[in-house]
Structure formats: C-alpha cells, structure tokens
C-alpha cells in the first residue's frame, strides 16, 4: 500500500506529461531499495539522491541541495518550467526562484496536524518554509479549493497565484471483478456479512480512531456489520487496544494486490479524515464503484454530491455510525452510489484531463515570468 | 431483423396480489390428524383478509373493472395461497377479482403456487410443480390459460427460463437487475432462448408505489396527467408498470386510477395486456442485440442478500431434498418469510418495508423454528430417525455461535452442513479456541445428538482433521437417511 497522495500524485502526473511528448525530469530521492541515481521509467527521468541529516528538517535541507546539484547537471538546454511539491523541497525552490515556478500545495503542515496549530519548532519551521514557497513561486497549485482557501488565509497568498489542479486518478487501476465472498472469507468473514473499509495512514489526520468510536453505534443498528482497518502507522497499537471485543481487523500493511481486492470486496468505504486536503481514497474508492461514507472536512467536502455519488457527515463518531447505518441495510442503493462515483470519476479525475488543466498553469506560469 | 417499431405509445399495467400465511413464534404440537399447515403457520386469518378486501381488492377490483369497460386494459397475477385465502375468508372478494379477470381487456399471469423460492434455489421440478399447480388453479377460479410468468420478486433465473416451457408459459416478466448485461432499456421486449422476456420499468413503478405516498417528493401530489406524460414520453416498445394491488387501498391512489386511463387515453397511450404486446413480437423474430442471461443462472445470488435470507434458503433447500410430505414445506418457501430477513425489502413497484435488525433476527428465527421442527417431525416417519435428526436445520438458539476472542465472529452454524461451510472460512484462532474447549464435540452431541461424532471429533487437533470427520460422518448420514426414506411412503 502506498502511504499519503503526494508520491502517487506527483509520479503519475510525470507519467502523463511525458506521454504527451514532454521531457519530464523528476528529482527525488532513492527509496531503500533504489540501486543508481537515474533511472527511465514510464517515459520519465528519474534522478535519486541520498539525503542525510538529524531530524526532518535538515534531512529535507540536505535532499534539496542534492536536488539542486544534479538539477544543474541536466540544465542544459534550460528547463521550461520547474514543479516542486510540499515544502520539502522548499529549499531547492529557494535556490533556483528565477526560473519559472510552480509549487504545490497537496496539503498545509497545519492541515497535517488535524487543523490546528502545533507548539513545537518542527511545526514553526515547516511553515516557514510553506510560506515562503507560496511567496516565492511564481505560480501555486493546490489540489482543491479548500487548500487553496487554506493557503490564501495561511500565508496570505494572492488569490490570482492560486490556482487549483485536482489530483487525477487511473480508474481502470483500482477496478477489478472480484467475488466478494471469497475475499472476505479470506479475512475470516462471512461471505454475505456487510463489510465497512478503512484504507489509510492510522494517524490523528485520518481519524481511524473516530471510525472506531462509531463502530458500536453501527452495531446497535445491524450487529452482523465487519470492520478492516488498513494501514499502519502511530495510532495502530492504540487502536488495536481500544477495538479489543469489537469485530474489527487490522491486517496492517496490506500489498497491492490485497488492497485492491479488499477495495472491490467492501460493501462501504469509511473516509472519517479530520483534515484531506484532496482525498485520493475518495478517488480511488469511486474507481472500484464504492459506495463511500466520508466526513466534510477539504477536498472531500467539495467533491462530493451528497446522497448522489457518496454520503458526507459531519467529523463525529455519531454523525459516522448515522452514515453507514443510512446505507448499510441498502444494497440496491449503495451499488447506485458506487456507480455515480466511477462515473464522476471517469467524468473530471482522469489524469487525461487533469494533465491538460496542469499545462495550462505552466503556460500562465511561463506568460507571467516572461512579463 | 428488428421488431417493427409501433408508432402508438403502449403500457402495459400489472398488479400483483398476494398474502401469505405468517410464521407462528414457535410450533404448535401437533394436534389430531388435520392439517399439518397449522401448526407452523399462522391459518386463522379471517380479519386480516377480510380487511384488506374491504380495504383494498373490492375498491380496487371496482375501479379496475369500470376502467375496463372504458377500453382500459390490464393484467393481474394473484397467488394460489391468496386464492386459496379469499375463498376461505372473503368469497366476495374473489368475485369481485373474478369480475375483472374475466374480463376481455384483462389477462391473468402465472406464478408459482405459493409465491415460493423453489425456482432460486434451484429446484428445478418444484418450480415446475409449483407454477403448473398455480395455472391449473387459475383456470378452476377465473377460466383463465395463463402465459405470461411473474416470478416472485420478479427475480427471473436461468432455471426459471429454462423450466418454462415445462410450465406451459411461453414469456417471464422481471426487472432489468435480474438480467445480464446490465443496462437494458427496460421498455423493449427481450428473448432468453425461446422465451420473451418484459421489463418492468422501476422507475415509473415506483413513482407509484413508493414516491406517490412520500410528501418530501418534488412532484407531489402527483397529478394523472403528469403520470400520463412521463409514460407517453418514455420511448421503446411497451413501458410495463407493475405494482401491488394492495398499494391502491393506501391513501388517494385510487381516485388516481379512476382518472389514468382517461390520460393516458388523451396522450395517445394505448394500454395493452402482456400477451397483446408480446403479439406481435414472436421470439424468433427479435435478434441477437436482444438476447439477455441471467445474473443468477443457479440461484442463491439474487435478491437474496442478508446471511439470515441465504441461510434459511439453503436450509430449505436441504430440507427439500428428502422430506416425505411437502406441504409445510412449500408454504415455507414463500418469499414473504425471506422478505422478512432483510431490514429493507420491496421496492420497484413493491411497498417498501423497512424494519429494524432486531426484526430481521425475529423473522429468521421463526423461520429456522418452523423448519427444524418440521425435519424433526418427519425424522420419526424414516427408518434412520437418528441420522436425519442429526442432519437437520437448527433455530438461533441451538446454532454453533463461532467467536473470536470473546465476541461473535459474525456467524453461526444452523446444522451440521452449514458448520462445514463456516470451518472453511473461518480463522485458525477461532477454531483452536472451540476445538481446545471441546465446543464443537459438545454441540455434536447435545444439540445434533451424534454421539459417534461427538467422539470422533473430540480427537480433532486442528481444522483439516475436524473439517474432514464432520464432512465423512455427514456424507454417512446423508446416506442412511437417503436409504431409509427411499423405503417410507411419499405423500409428494
């Protein structure tokens, strides 16, 4: 399973520009298992650096002026137009800020932190910077209006240097005709029991924690109800602790494969997030044609038509439970949700179109650099 | 070669009736030689009919006859169990159905006799009996040779089509859900080998049969005209509405009716009975763009969605294989107790029924009761009384409850057969925490009463060894019983 949207976001968008015809270099660094610093995948250059440092900060600071050397290497013939994404990256922003710009924002360290403000000087410096690159840029993206919205009232950026590029989708990647049976027998279930998904980092953002606050108001509604929470990361032990005598699985890191079949096999997939400033999930369950139960908190909020495509709730264990038990008892209705979903999906995130809205910000971009 | 497009607008108008007989609590003993019907379902049911025909069929039956006469044309599918009802209890409702089944302009469709699941589960010479039964009955109380076959729900399977000629009907009407590939144009008539299959049209169903009664509805109240409009712009062959007879004793719908046909009339819409659409649209003349299959070509995967409804479905089915008298058997096969099981049921064209999951359990429970009692009965009448007992469906309460760590895993074994069809899926914990109780060897000997399993399965150390010994000691059962009710008279 990968973890967060940005990497599958920023990947797949090369991808894209690059079967259009485009040179698309891609600077990042090398996974653990990466072996060279260049490799051609999909039409897209990539080139790894090997970044080090004490803590996030410096680590980021060490892979921008990595970034920066081998950026130099291949300047020549000059880039058009520079992409850089999240703050990460900020430093290399810094360094190149002369040429053409574009910075995304696929989410703010505030949002990263539930929609609060942090104490800590992580969170003071990480927004430093997120308000730099939003001053600096020539252009900013932000992946829906409510990030833009969050950006503008942040770090005060002009409204005229927003502009928002949704994240695309493959849907033919997350679809496959799967028997729902088997797969859920596979997770120890019954074939015909209703199964309720959670796929996504088991962080305070994602709010796993509120889907399992809602899981006995479910259970007072139809007691037959499954739970698969998906995913790793802090809040797992916790979680797993506080699930004790709930019919709620944790198969923690699930692989692609798995992944897909447990996302067509669900009967709902639960988006309980605090803070999405996008939502690939939403995406991705719509692909599969998932009848989705999502809170109203970003991206989510906007793209979804409520009670039409998906059911939205406000961020509470209650308003949770509400959403699931409206639809749980509805087979009929929530295949009808699902195929809305796949429909809007094929209709505005298909990276075709989404690639085509980013080319039109890298041609205002150049317009405005060349003013 | 494509069917001539008619240039008139058509519908076709459906109304279905049907009452089954009710689930007792629990059965009654069985007392005397009567009827063995009585003790497992509820047959005194003299003010509940009597209500609904002063309520719904006799208004109704009225409203429908004048609308004949004034050209209007209609069809009606009635079970054998409600005719059966009628008779017993409101003979001049009956009359009054008879009045408009007999009618020129009106036609009567076939269904199973009982309104039963035999054709989803599959049994394919139960469905048979069932429907030739039902047309037979027909034709004693409304001299009626019906041809067109409803199956219950509507849910068409390929056992019912290819059962059809057997029953002597020669088209099915059903909902394009049932059907494959998905996206039919509900108003055009279809082929399923050489069967004609009609569509009901969900939508303008429901707009009368649940959005009519719902105040939130932008359209309401729904006026005749408006009706009439949306049919006469629906384009295609025939726009099929169907829905429940009963729906026209609920709040204004029948003054709606008594003003429809005149519309419908007005719109250039011309209203035809099934058999007068299917006229002039032989099967050999519609071409391969309108061959459909079935989503459910051997049963189970159909409107039968919940555990409870899939449990008690097989259990049935089981039950099916070697009872000696069927009697009680096919009243319990009506969809209204399989109905029950779901929190949601009807729509399309059906009254929506919506209940609580408590409800549901209820509904299952009665069910498994009325069953486990009955194969309990009949074990006495074979040679193997122990064998059959040990293979028969059991009620919640004596069901193998599996858990996982302390809570309900999510299912429970209602008989020795389904426990198999558990052991597959169910997690390695789970079955080490019963196997190391001595839960299931337990269950083998209280509740099943095999004590040779019971001993058998207490050396059992893991899945494969327990999966395996219940497997062959059930395939031996199956046969003792088999050999043993071979010899015992059927009353089938």
């Not at chain 2, 009054?96 to 007999?102: F, M, P």
């Not at chain 2, 099934?274 to 071409?287: H, T």
């Not at chain 2, 074994?413 to 597959?424: I, T």
Request: with cysteine.
């Amino acid at each position: 399973m990968r973890v967060g949207g940005l990497a599958p976001a920023a990947t797949e968008l090369a991808e894209s520009l690059a079967s259009r015809g485009l040179e698309v270099h891609f600077f990042t660094r090398a996974g653990s298992e990466t072996r060279g610093d260049r490799a051609v995948i999909e039409g897209v250059t990539y080139h790894f650096c090997r970044p080090e440092g004490p803590n996030i900060v410096d680590y980021c600071r060490s892979m921008s002026a990595r970034m920066v050397e081998a950026f130099r290497r291949e300047d020549d013939p000059p880039f058009d137009v520079l992409h850089f994404h999240d703050w990460h990256a900020v430093d290399a922003l810094h360094e190149l800020r002369d040429r053409v710009t574009v910075f995304s924002f696929h989410s703010t360290e505030y949002g990263r932190n539930g929609g609060s403000f942090g104490g800590w000087w992580e969170f003071d410096e990480i927004s430093g910077k997120e308000w730099y690159a939003g001053f600096v840029s020539t252009l900013v993206m932000t992946v829906s209006h409510h990030t833009r919205t969050e950006v503008m009232w942040l770090y005060g950026v002009p409204g005229w240097k927003c502009a928002v590029v949704p994240n695309g989708v493959r849907p033919e990647r997350f679809w496959r005709p799967v028997d729902p049976g088997s797969v859920k027998k596979r997770y120890g279930i019954h074939p015909l029991a209703p199964l309720v998904l959670f796929v996504g980092r088991l962080a305070f953002q994602k709010g796993p924690d509120l889907l399992l606050e809602a899981v006995p108001h479910v259970l007072r509604k139809r007691w037959d109800v499954q739970f698969i929470v998906a995913g790793t990361g802090q809040m797992a032990e916790d979680l797993r602790e506080r699930a004790r005598g709930l019919p709620v699985q944790f198969p923690g890191y699930v692989s692609g494969e798995d992944h897909l079949d447990l996302l067509n096999a669900a009967d709902v997939v639960v988006i309980p997030s605090r803070n999405e400033p996008f939502g690939l999930v939403l995406t991705e369950a719509w692909s599969a044609e998932r009848c989705v139960v999502a809170t109203d908190v970003g991206g989510l909020s906007e793209n979804i038509e409520p009670f039409v495509d998906a059911i939205r709730v406000p961020v509470h264990p209650e308003s949770i439970a509400w959403g699931i038990n409206y639809v749980i008892d509805n087979p009929q209705y929530i295949r009808s949700l699902g195929r809305a979903g796949r429909k809007k999906v094929v209709e505005r995130f298909d990276w075709d179109l989404v690639t085509g809205e980013a080319l039109e910000v890298y041609a205002r971009a150049q317009a405005l650099r060349a003013r | 070669m494509m069917p001539p497009e008619s240039r008139e607008r058509r519908a076709c108008f459906i109304f279905d009736l049907h009452v089954g007989l009710p689930l007792r609590p629990a059965p009654l003993p069985r007392a005397g030689r009567g009827s063995a019907v009585a003790s497992y379902l509820e047959t005194d049911l003299g003010g509940p009919v009597s209500e609904l025909a002063a309520r719904a069929i006799l208004p109704a039956s009225d409203v429908l006859a004048a609308a004949l006469d004034r050209g209007f044309s209609c069809a009606l599918s009635v079970s054998g169990t409600t005719v059966d009802l009628l008779e017993a209890h409101a003979p001049d409702a009956l009359a009054a159905l008879a009045r408009v089944a007999g009618h020129p302009r009106a036609e009567v469709l076939a269904a199973p006799y009982h309104h039963g699941i035999a054709g989803l589960i599959p049994d394919r010479a139960e469905f048979v009996d069932e429907v030739v039964r039902h047309r037979e009955r027909m034709r004693e109380v409304f001299g009626a040779s019906p041809a067109v076959f409803t199956p219950p729900e509507l849910c068409a399977t390929g056992t019912m089509a290819d059962a059809l000629p057997e029953t002597g009907c020669t088209a099915i009407l059903t909902e394009p859900r049932w059907c494959l590939p998905r996206d039919l144009d509900p108003a055009l008539v279809y082929r399923a080998g050489s069967a004609r299959v009609l569509l009901r049209h969900c939508a303008l169903s429901d707009d009368l049969a649940a959005r009519f009664f719902s105040p939130g509805w932008d359209c309401s109240p729904l006026s005749p005209a408006t009706y009439a409009g949306w049919v006469a712009g629906t384009p295609g062959e025939c726009v099929t509405v169907g829905l429940d007879l009963d729906l026209l004793g609920d709040g204004g719908l029948l003054e709606f009716w008594e003003a429809l046909p005149e519309e419908l009339a007005a719109l250039g819409v011309e209203t035809a009975t099934p058999s007068a659409v299917l006229a002039d649209r032989p099967a050999d003349l519609l071409g391969p763009e309108r061959e459909v299959s079935w989503s459910a070509p051997d049963g189970g995967e159909s409107w039968l969605e919940t555990i409870f409804q899939h449990s008690a479905a097989e259990a049935l089915a089981r039950a099916g294989a070697w009872l000696p008298g069927r009697e009680v058997w096919r009243h319990l096969s009506s969809t209204d107790h399989f109905r029950a099981m779901a929190m949601r049921a009807g729509g399309c064209g059906r009254r929506e029924v919506t209940v609580d999951h408590g409800a549901t359990v209820e509904a299952f429970a009665r069910f498994m009761r009325a069953l486990s009692a009955l194969e309990a009965r009949s074990a006495v009448r074979t040679r193997s009384r122990r064998a059959a007992m040990a293979l028969r469906a059991l009620p919640p309460e004596a069901a193998f409850v599996f858990s996982r760590g302390g809570c309900g895993a999510g299912y429970a074994a209602h008989s020795l057969a389904e426990c198999l069809e558990q052991l597959a899926f169910t997690d390695e914990q789970v079955v080490a925490d019963h196997l190391a109780r001595g839960d299931f060897s337990r269950w083998c000997e209280d509740v099943l009463g095999d004590r040779v399993l019971a001993v058998q399965v207490r050396e059992c150390r893991n899945r494969e060894e327990l999966q395996q010994t219940m497997q062959g000691r059930a395939d031996e059962l199956v046969r003792r019983r088999s050999r043993s009710s071979a010899g015992s008279p059927s009353t089938r």
